[in-house]
Structures are given as C-alpha cells and as structure tokens.
C-alpha cells in the first residue's frame, strides 16, 4: 500500500522474517552479497545468456543435465559434489561464460529467491555491491513498495547483506516512506562502515568473513564488496534470471 505520494520500503534481515511481509505488487530485492547476487551479477553482465537458480545441489545436476548447461553451487566453501564450478565470481570472466546458460545453487541467496516467489512475489529483482546503482535505478523508476531481503546465513542475520540494504536506503530513502525498525538499522550500520566497506566487516569479525577467509577467500570478499563492478539488473522471470536492459 502507498501512503501519501511515496511508496514503502521496508527490510526482511532474515529469511525466517518474510512471511509477515506483503510481496504482491512490491519490488523484492534478493540480497546475497557474499557471494551468490555479487556472482549473479557478475556472470550476466559478463554475457550469460540466463541464469537458473536452483534450491538443491540434486537439482543443479539434473537441471544442467537436461539444459547443457554450466552447473556451480558450494556447500561449506567447496565446490559441491556433483557440480562443475564454485561461487566465486572470478569464475566468470567474460571468455568463459558469454552466450552460456549457468544453474547455480547457495546455502542461502537461491532459497530465499524460491521463497519469495512461492509466496507471491511478481517482482524479484536480485542485489549486490557489484550492481548498486542498477538496483537504486530500477527501483526508483518503479514507484512501487520495496522489500529488501537479507539472505544472511542459515535464517541468521549477516552484517554484509545488512550493509547493502543500507547502501539502497541511502541513495533512495527520500522517494520512499521508510517507517521500518530493519531499514533504520541497516542505513545506520552503513553509514557507520560506508567509507570502508571491507574493514568495517574486517573489524566486526562478520562471520562471512572469518568463514570466507580461512577459505584463502578475501579477494572475493573486496570485490564483493565493491560498487558498480557489474552493473546489470538481474530480473527473475519464469525460473531463470536475465539481465534487463531497460532499468
């Protein structure tokens, strides 16, 4: 519901928290910074043709199986049994993955794309550091309620996803009625970390980022971390997501 001249926005900063929440006629923005969104990203701006998240390493496999396409998914930061590639967005050059179709499975980020649709989303948009300003755009241009949803981890909040809600709020939050406890924090957060990204996760010991590092996985975490590296706007349509080139 619009209240006055401005839309809502508010934010979801875990999974377990989007069933109080309206989707229908609302932009869903899928938040999954480290890494599965920041990968997404990445891999369509650098020519996929389309993506297929999927919500199971079994039904990665039989999916790539049937399409002939690229299969990648990790679980506890190694690739997972059965797939071809990881989740790190490095492994998606333009050379490797231009014209090709990726079905890609998370712990967290394709779960939470699943649930959204499930329970009546029309409007499922995916967000990272690398795509910031195609996110802010589109959303602006929609003037439609917005619901940032935080991925994090396991249905636990995270401080990266909650950054980057916060990263949105700021560049949109005065075309938006903003009457969210979630959203508050997670501008607050940001504003605190915003000139240091990684250092403020750095310093508050994120779990993300000790799990990622001790996986050799720092330089994801910066690129992940980073505005405007891949400035595309994945679009969830019919099970697969597309780079949408009018945002």
């Known amino acids: 519901m619009i209240i006055g001249n401005k839309p809502a926005l508010h934010t979801v900063l875990s999974p377990a928290l989007l069933y109080q929440h309206e989707l229908s006629n609302t932009v869903v923005v899928?938040?999954?910074?480290?890494?599965?969104?920041?990968t997404i990203a990445t891999a369509l701006y650098n020519g996929a043709r389309y993506i297929i998240p999927v919500d199971s390493?079994?039904?990665?496999?039989?999916?790539?199986?049937?399409?002939?396409?690229?299969t990648a998914g990790e679980r506890e930061g190694k690739v997972a049994e059965g797939l071809q590639h990881g989740n790190s967005p490095f492994e998606y050059s333009r050379d490797f993955i231009s014209g090709k179709i990726l079905v890609l499975t998370t712990t967290n980020g394709t779960k939470l794309l699943h649930a959204a649709a499930e329970n009546g989303a029309t409007t499922i948009i995916t967000g990272s550091f690398p795509n910031l300003s195609a996110v802010c755009s589109f959303v602006l241009k929609q003037n439609k309620n917005v619901l940032l949803t935080c991925a994090g981890w396991k249905n636990r909040i995270n401080i990266e996803d909650t950054l980057f809600a916060g990263a949105v709020i700021d560049k949109v939050k005065e075309h938006f009625d903003i009457n969210c406890d979630s959203s508050k924090i997670a501008h607050s957060l940001y504003k605190e970390g915003e000139a240091d990204l990684f250092g403020c996760i750095k310093s508050k010991n994120a779990s993300h980022y000790i799990r990622l590092s001790a996986y050799g996985l720092e330089k994801d975490i910066r690129y992940c971390l980073t505005p405007d590296t891949a400035n595309v706007l994945p679009m969830y349509m019919d099970g697969k997501l597309y780079a949408d080139q009018h945002y």
């Not at 899928?30 to 920041?38: F, G, H, K, Q, Y």
């Not at 390493?57 to 690229?70: E, H, L, S």
């Open 57 to 70: 390493v079994q039904k990665c496999i039989d999916t790539g199986m049937q399409t002939g396409a690229i």
């Open 30 to 38: 899928i938040i999954d910074v480290l890494r599965a969104t920041s």
